[in-house]
Structure formats: structure tokens, C-alpha cells
């Protein structure tokens, strides 16, 4: 079964540093997602990518955080310049359309966490 | 905007028990309901979902009906076994809705089961 890979699994960076993390999603799909899941809490909406372009994106989702897809192939989340409330674990999920009959897939996750 | 509430856990369960998690939704639109799951150290995985009023989701010997008139989709299996010890995630989408094609979730509620 297709799967969506994440990379890395788990980061440590300090905090004011950028990280990237990296997702390769199903090779058919179109729409692409980030979430994120801070310990204990509920999993949050992020952002959402289509057609090389944000098509929608949370209030979390500020000026420190940006969406890519450099390559075609990977969808990388950046993070400018991290604080220590963005530890959590950040999931990518993709779709191949968004209509009611294709559901999300998604990734492993990356376990970040600023210090 | 859309919600969706879970009740409290953590619930543990000896083997052989039901289980039941509720989970109740507001959306604006027509939603998709969906419950994930999300096993120790792993991503999420989509255990069943309902895109319309009535449907029944099941899988793996659990099941989840669309009640549109009381907004709810509660989980159930009706003999858990030590292996479904997880957390459970209640899940919508709704395109129609303000809320675009995201996925917004419930609490979580994380399930124990003792042989």
C-alpha cells in the first residue's frame, strides 16, 4: 500500500534555529497537508497545498512558518526560527482529491523538539 | 466554525469488553466523519469513516454510525482485545463549510486494554 514517508523521525534543534522537515507524499496525489500534535493535546490544522500554492492555513500558521514543494516531489515545512511551543509532533498527509470518496494519508511523523 | 468533541479519557478496559467513545460534531456544511487511530510511537491510521447521514463505518470489528440528528459518530467494538490499546481520534472534513477541505479533530481518547 502507498505510503507517505516523513523525514527526519525526530529532530532536537535549538531554540532561534530553522528547520525543515521533509515529507514525499503519494505519488498520485494533489493536495497536501501539515498538522501538528503538541504532547497531549489534539491534533491541529497547520496549512494545506495545492497546485503549488497554499490553498488554506490556520491561525498557527504564521509568518515563521512556510510550505514548499522545491522539487516536484518532496513538500518540506520550514519553521524560521523555532520557540519552544513548537515542539510537538508534526504530521504531513496527503489526498488525491478532496472530494468525500478520497480520504488523507498520512505520514509517521516528525517528532520536533526545540530546546 | 467546526468542532468536534470526544469524551475524556483515558478509558481502560479488560479484555473481551465493550467499548464505546462518543464523539459529537458541529459543522456548517455536510461533513465526512472519520475515526483515527494512533498506536504507541506510530502516525495516524484511518480506521473507518461515514460520508453521509445513516452510512455505518467498519473496520477491524469496529463501528461507527452517522447520526445526523444528534450530530454524533460514536465508536464501538464490541470485544476489544490487549492489541487495540491506542489513542482514538474522532475526525471531520467539511468542503462545504467554512472549514475547507482540513481535517479537524477531536481531543483523542486513549484506550487501555489489561489482558
Known amino acids: 500500500e502507498p505510503e507517505v514517508t516523513q523525514t527526519p523521525s525526530h529532530q532536537v534543534t535549538q531554540m532561534g534555529q530553522e528547520v525543515i522537515l521533509r515529507c514525499v507524499p503519494i505519488?498520485?496525489?494533489?493536495?497536501f497537508y501539515w498538522y501538528r500534535q503538541i504532547l497531549g493535546q489534539k491534533v491541529e490544522f497547520l496549512v494545506s497545498?495545492?497546485?503549488?500554492?497554499?490553498?488554506?492555513k490556520s491561525e498557527i500558521f504564521d509568518d515563521q512558518f512556510s510550505v514548499e514543494r522545491p522539487d516536484g516531489s518532496n513538500f518540506t515545512l520550514k519553521i524560521r526560527s523555532t520557540k519552544l511551543e513548537d515542539s510537538a509532533m508534526y504530521f504531513c498527509?496527503?489526498?488525491?482529491?478532496?472530494?468525500?470518496?478520497?480520504?488523507?494519508?498520512f505520514g509517521s511523523g516528525t517528532r520536533l523538539t526545540v530546546v | 466554525g467546526d468542532s468536534v468533541t470526544q469524551m475524556e479519557g483515558p478509558v481502560t478496559l479488560s479484555e473481551e469488553a465493550f467499548l464505546t467513545i462518543n464523539c459529537t460534531y458541529t459543522?456548517?456544511?455536510?461533513?465526512?466523519l472519520f475515526w483515527y487511530v494512533q498506536y504507541p510511537g506510530e502516525g495516524l491510521q484511518l480506521l473507518l469513516k461515514?460520508?453521509?447521514?445513516?452510512d455505518k463505518g467498519s473496520n477491524k470489528g469496529f463501528e461507527a454510525t452517522y447520526r445526523k440528528e444528534t450530530t454524533s459518530f460514536h465508536l464501538e467494538k464490541g470485544s476489544v482485545q490487549v492489541s487495540d490499546s491506542a489513542v482514538y481520534f474522532c475526525?471531520?472534513?467539511?468542503?462545504?463549510?467554512?472549514?475547507?477541505?482540513?481535517?479537524?479533530f477531536g481531543e483523542g481518547t486513549q484506550l487501555t486494554v489489561n489482558p
Open positions: 498527509a496527503t489526498r488525491r482529491f478532496t472530494t468525500k470518496n478520497y480520504g488523507y494519508t
Open positions: 505519488s498520485n496525489h494533489l493536495y
Open positions: 475526525a471531520l472534513s467539511d468542503p462545504g463549510g467554512t472549514s475547507g477541505s482540513r481535517l479537524t
Open positions: 459543522a456548517t456544511g455536510y461533513p465526512s
Open positions: 497545498f495545492y497546485n503549488n500554492e497554499i490553498s488554506e
Open positions: 461515514a460520508t453521509k447521514a445513516d
